[in-house]
Structure formats: C-alpha cells, structure tokens
C-alpha cells in the first residue's frame, strides 16, 4: 500500500497561485509515474498532469503555460505549480500514483490515491 499525502490546497482569487505538494512514502520506487488529478463538485475526475518517473511529463491543454509539474526524488515529492487561476479549476485535488513507469490519462489506471486537497478560487 503506497500512502500519498498532499498538502498546499487553499482558497484564492481569480488570477493567483498556489502550490501543492505530494509526499509519497520514503521507500516508494521513484521511477514510477506520479499525476495530479482535479475533482470538481458533480463532476468526474480528470487529469491535470503526469509525471513519468525520470522520464517526461505532461500538462493537460487547459493548464499549459499556467500550471507546472515537478518532481523532488530525494525527497519523493511531487508538486504542482498552479499561476493564474480560474475559478472553474476549483475542487478537490488528488495525486495518485502507480505501479508502473508509464503514465495515463484515465483515472482508472492508478492504483494508488491520496485524500485530497480543497482548491477554491473566488471571481
């Protein structure tokens, strides 16, 4: 069982920044895929971006150019740099992880959830 606890959710203006962290268990595999995911209120959960691990990542089309993806292996944290911030990117954030290097976009291929963080942002 691989716990992930995230952290850093909070509530902000249209147009500003936060940044959540993932911390993922110290004897966690580093070369495994680590993603954030965002649940809005009624709504499914869809992919914000991917991290392969020691490999590449990926930003779903809605965030790029506002939202970073990063990775610190020495501490087996993953973040998410989020800038200019809309109020339709509220809800509840999950990181999750898998078994497997390679990453995805659905949902149903991790294995691995943390509880989540609240992001509010007010217009």
């Known amino acids: 069982q691989v716990q992930l606890v995230e952290s850093g959710g909070g509530s902000v203006q249209a147009g500003g920044s936060l940044r959540l962290s993932c911390a993922a268990p110290k004897n966690t595999p580093p070369a495994r895929c680590m993603a954030w995911f965002r649940q809005a209120p009624g709504k499914g959960r869809e992919g914000v971006a991917l991290?392969?691990?020691?490999?590449?990542?990926s930003h779903a089309d809605s965030v790029q150019g506002r939202v970073t993806i990063s990775r610190d292996y020495a501490k087996n944290t993953l973040y998410l740099e989020m800038n200019r911030l809309k109020p339709e990117e509220s809800g509840t954030y999950y990181c999750?992880?898998?078994?497997?290097?390679?990453?995805?976009?659905?949902?149903?291929?991790?294995?691995?959830w943390g509880q989540g963080t609240q992001v509010t942002v007010s217009s």
């Open positions: 991290n392969e691990g020691y490999g590449g990542t």
């Open positions: 999750a992880t898998t078994d497997f290097k390679r990453c995805n976009w659905s949902n149903g291929y991790y294995k691995y």
